[in-house]
């Protein structure tokens, strides 16, 4: 046999080792970066008390804008285009983590439970992006129970707009936190095995997994640990 089409295999495995590194670490360096929009729209948010839409009214137009900037990231992301686009979309959920924000820190001790929220993504963020990329299990079968369970906590935080139910609210963090951190561990994963091959698209997904981790282990801290004394 022709000693190059011999080394072809192992050769195209480089490349593709390769390509599947620096997609991660493009990704990674994205997500790090895309914070400081996050930070600057809940900053602005909270500081100049801006008015936000609640009920049911509010979910239906923060869903129509949120999946607008997803749909606009999708069609730009083969150009730095969408890296702007994703940033802006990281500046409108930083504004929409607002209502939390306010309600957090009027506890006395909102400050530390929103460094604890933050302490705690990260840690649940590197366990699970470092056994994403470290272990050999698959898995990859997760994605449709957890795209079920997504479903789930639709449906669930649209009845709790109307029931208001604290006990329903507590299930459903505990429930969030679960999903979204399964999540990372499937998408960091995806990029690992040459699933997804664009960064801009991959950042998307897990920033909003670790938006949404962080939203709901704030939350919940705030149930647990909140005090106004």
């Not at 705690?120 to 795209?147: E, H, P, Q």
């Amino acid at each position: 046999m022709n000693p190059i089409l011999q080394k072809q295999p192992a050769y195209d495995v480089a490349v593709g080792q390769v390509t599947r590194n620096k997609v991660l670490r493009n990704t990674f360096w994205l997500l790090a970066l895309s914070m400081l929009p996050t930070v600057l729209g809940a900053y602005i948010g909270v500081s100049m008390r801006l008015p936000m839409l609640s009920g049911g009214m509010g979910f239906v137009i923060f869903m129509l804008i949120a999946f607008g900037f997803m749909f606009a990231i999708e069609k730009t992301k083969e150009s730095a285009v969408g890296v702007f686009v994703l940033l802006g979309f990281t500046f409108f959920m930083g504004l929409m983590l607002t209502p939390l924000l306010r309600h957090t820190l009027g506890y006395t001790n909102g400050g530390q439970l929103i460094m604890t929220a933050f302490g705690g993504t990260a840690v649940v963020f590197a366990v699970m992006a470092s056994i994403a990329t470290t272990t050999k299990r698959d898995f990859s079968g997760m994605g449709s129970w957890l795209f079920a369970g997504v479903i789930v906590l639709l449906l669930a935080g649209v009845a709790n707009i109307f029931l208001q139910m604290s006990a329903l609210s507590i299930v459903f963090s505990v429930l969030a936190i679960g999903i979204f951190s399964a999540f990372i561990l499937y998408d960091v994963q995806r990029i690992v095995n040459g699933g997804e091959t664009n960064y801009i698209s991959a950042t998307l997904a897990i920033y909003l997994d670790v938006y949404n981790i962080f939203s709901n282990l704030l939350a919940l801290l705030g149930f647990a640990g909140g005090s106004r004394d």
